[in-house]
Every structure is written in structure tokens, then in C-alpha cells.
């Protein structure tokens, strides 16, 4: 199917360099909240925008899957399905 849809998959090391790269960018992207003393935030930041990208890529070749934030889990709020 991942052919059909013109999608290539790429080998377990290559994602995990590809996945390295995002959670770099993503850091440099919220440097400045370092900058002004939210560094304990960053992190979790990145991680929980990591899933979620990996979430989005998922529900883009047709898995449905819920892509939500883990504050919405833990609080109950409606949970996005997809497809819709």
C-alpha cells in the first residue's frame, strides 16, 4: 500500500537519525523559552511534539489513530479521531 500511495519506508536506523534531527530542530526552534528560564519545559515539549508528529504521519497513509495531547488524555477532554 505504501507504494500505491507513492510513500517509501525507510529503515529502522534512518528513522531513528530522521526522528534525531526533528527533536534538533525542535529544540532550536524553543531556544528562547531557555532563554528566559522555561528550559524545564523544553523537553517534554519536544517529546510530546515528536509523537504527535509521529501520530500525524500515521493518520496521513491511513491509520487511524487519535491524535491528542497528553493533556488531553489526562483531563478526559474529546479525543480527535482520524479519519473523521
Not at 25 to 30: D, R, S
Request: charged share 30%; hydrophobic share 40%.
Amino acid at each position: 500500500m505504501a507504494e500505491e500511495l507513492g510513500y517509501v519506508w525507510v529503515s529502522d536506523k534512518e528513522y531513528a537519525m530522521l526522528l534525531s534531527k526533528l527533536r534538533l530542530k525542535m529544540g532550536e526552534i524553543l531556544y528562547p523559552l531557555r532563554a528566559y528560564g522555561q528550559d524545564v519545559y523544553v523537553e517534554g515539549a519536544i517529546a510530546e511534539c515528536v509523537e504527535l508528529t509521529e501520530k500525524f504521519g500515521e493518520a496521513v497513509r491511513g491509520k487511524e489513530v487519535n491524535i491528542a495531547t497528553k493533556r488531553q488524555l489526562q483531563q478526559g477532554d474529546r479525543l480527535v479521531k482520524h479519519p473523521l
